[in-house]
């Protein structure tokens, strides 16, 4: 592999909020992009202007960038008003690609949209293109009301990205298995799962209040499906503990979010609701306060969970009890790391956490080995380093120097010959 590569990240979510409270697939970007860095690569991240205020180029760290380039209003956009933008911001990738200076040995897209865009500016050039999805439309669309929250679009596109570029980085096995059904072909994907923050992720460090309860702590983006519900029923089984939900809307809207209210009135109705706190959503500095004050982390969503969430968890020493889907089926050892359980069966998962609470020899072993396997696994240095060997694989081999025989030293052959 050479020892330098120049990498364009391309992606259309948007980097320029501060990182505590952006989500996975920009969370992801950002650190690999860190971490390539550090390792001597160059690497710069092609996304969409979403603030009039900030820089069309920004430092990352050593050796990585995000330039910024303008595509349509100067906001933060979801996907279906940012697609119409995204042919503005193909034709401005490509200049940046055409430029001698700024052309890279390879391409990595992130998200259909990056992915579409980066595949278009690629056209007609010898740039290998890698693509990243961070979550599926197919997956997605088997969630409750999933068709009617994925683009029509994306399903199609996905599919023919998949095809169509040069290789795939699938976040897990799971997603690998799904792009094979989609017909992506096997030996073009590779696996390079999401890498944890070892630094802000750890054992040691401030704590959030905490009361005599063992907390069940769940750090879920998605309330409506990401297994909550399961969560509150298992409360009436596990009598001692109380469940603490980080995630959906901002604290101050919590009392107006339907989804919050009738979970709210999920727990009232089980008479657990003094047993169960919504903080909404939090900022990244303060998820490993919470994860600190939890003896066991609940990764409950049957369909496409973040791969992050296990993750930092297990960082902070959590042992996690999730459903085996997308990344958790990874990165949670059943029976070393944390525990398997079955979507939607809240009686039994009660059960095994009662059982699991008054098992402080358990916990204590799981804690030890789930530190172990998210620092030493999931390093960014390491998930960097796959991402640079994946790409590797696709770049010709360097032409080997050519040896030059030394002279023979006259006196030692004249030696030699006596």
């Known amino acids: 592999m050479p020892s330098s590569l120049n990498i364009a990240l391309v992606t259309m979510a948007d980097l320029t909020t501060d990182p505590a409270g952006a989500d996975v697939h920009a969370v992801h970007v950002t650190e690999l992009a860190r971490a390539l860095g550090r390792q001597g690569h160059r690497v710069t991240v092609y996304t969409r202007r979403t603030d009039g205020d900030s820089r069309a180029r920004t430092r990352l760290g050593a050796g ?26 193909t ?14 040995d390879l391409v990595h897209a992130h998200g259909w949209l990056g992915g579409l865009a980066a595949y278009a500016a690629v056209q007609d050039t010898d740039i290998p293109l890698v693509q990243s999805f961070h979550g599926l439309g197919v997956v997605e669309c088997r969630r409750p009301g999933g068709p009617n929250a994925v683009h029509p679009a994306r399903v199609r596109i996905e599919r023919a990205l998949g095809r169509g570029v040069t290789a795939v980085l699938a976040g897990c096995e799971n997603e690998a298995d799904e792009l ?19 630094e802000r992720f750890r054992q040691t460090g401030p704590v959030m209040p905490r009361g005599r309860r063992p ?22 089984h596990t009598p001692d503990a109380e469940l603490v939900v980080a995630g959906g809307p901002a604290r101050e809207d919590l009392e107006n979010d339907p989804t919050v209210l009738r979970l709210r009135t999920l727990a009232k109705e089980l008479h657990v609701d003094d047993r169960t706190i ?17 003896r066991l982390a609940l990764c409950l969503a049957p369909h496409q969970p973040s791969g992050m969430a296990p993750l930092e968890a297990m960082a902070c020493g959590v042992p996690v009890v999730a459903v085996p889907a997308g990344a958790s089926a990874d990165s949670v050892l059943d029976g070393v790391t944390g525990l398997h359980v079955q979507a939607g069966r809240p009686v039994s998962l009660g059960r095994a956490l009662r059982r699991l609470l008054a098992e402080e020899t358990t916990l204590s072993a799981w804690s030890i080995a789930a530190a172990d396997r998210a620092h030493s696994r999931y390093a960014w240095e ?9 790409y590797a694989r696709l770049l010709p081999e360097p032409e080997p ?10 006196t030692e052959t004249v030696t030699a010959g006596v």
């Open 382 to 390: 390491r998930i960097g380093a796959e991402a640079a060997r994946a």
């Open 180 to 198: 094979v059904r989609m017909g992506v072909a096997r030996p073009r994907i590779a696996v390079v799962p999401y890498g944890v923050d070892g």
């Open 91 to 104: 034709e401005e990738l490509s200049r940046r690609l055409a430029e001698p200076r700024q052309r890279p």
């Open 215 to 236: 907390r069940l702590a769940m750090v879920c983006g998605d309330l409506a499906n990401g297994g909550v519900a399961t969560a509150i029923r298992a409360l009436v």
């Open 64 to 89: 990585a960038t995000i330039e910024q380039l303008t595509a349509g209003p100067a906001r933060s956009l979801d996907e279906k008003h940012t697609l119409p933008h995204v042919r503005t911001f």
């Open 278 to 294: 919504f903080l909404g959503r939090l900022p990244r500095k303060d998820v490993p306060k919470l994860l600190r004050t939890a």
């Open 401 to 410: 120097e050519p040896v030059v025989a030394a002279e023979e030293d006259e």
